[in-house]
């Protein structure tokens, strides 16, 4: 099993990480496409190939097809998403934020699964790239559509987890050279 996999491949001193990977995978109460849906998307996001290789596999066999592609999708609008609105938002000339963005975003429109699947993996990936702004926008958007604070912190836990684990394999695989 690729978690497994990965948690073999933590160091001892990341013991934390081995249990938190196998808590919120293992024991999410997320349905099954919002749990891989955000496992998935946060995995492109932490940008570690380790990650990405043993998730992904799992990812895929457990969810649709529009699923798959949808969560992909999640994670590519949101690295472009998270670097504009976190600059525009850190940047101390308020005029940028009346400027129009000019950037193609239709997949957040018509993503090819619930709207609120696709709204809990844009959270995700945005607590991976710490975008404030997305965050908010994506949380009021979540709780709008009735979706509970519980459910909300479930995937960016998932987010923390699965990102700690990319940054400690990356930071362990330079270590080791």
Same mark, same amino acid.
């Given at each position: ?22 808590? $919120? ?6 349905? &099954? &496409? ?48 998270? $670097? ?55 949380? &009021? ?11 909300? &912190? ?19 695989? $330079?270590?080791?050279?």
């Amino acid at each position: 099993m690729a978690l497994d996999e990965l948690k073999s491949a933590l160091p001892d001193y990341a013991k934390d990480l081995k249990l938190n990977l196998g808590s $919120v995978i293992g024991n999410s109460e997320l349905p &099954q &496409q919002q749990l891989w849906g955000t496992v998935l998307a946060c995995a492109i996001a932490s940008r570690s190939p380790k990650v990405l290789a043993e998730l992904e596999p799992e990812a895929k066999s457990n969810l649709k097809p529009e699923a798959y592609t949808a969560a992909k999708a999640a994670a590519a609008i949101m690295a472009m998403n998270n $670097v504009f609105y976190r600059t525009r938002h850190l940047l101390s000339d308020p005029e940028y934020g009346t400027m129009r963005a000019g950037l193609r975003m239709n997949v957040i429109g018509n993503p090819g699964v619930d709207k609120v699947d696709f709204e809990l993996w844009s959270l995700a990936v945005s607590a991976v790239n710490g975008c404030g702004m997305c965050l908010d926008s994506h949380e &009021q958007v979540l709780r709008k559509a009735g979706v509970e604070r519980d459910t909300i &912190q479930e995937a960016f836990k998932i987010a923390a987890v699965i990102e700690a684990v990319g940054a400690t394999l990356e930071a362990e695989a $330079v270590i080791a050279e």
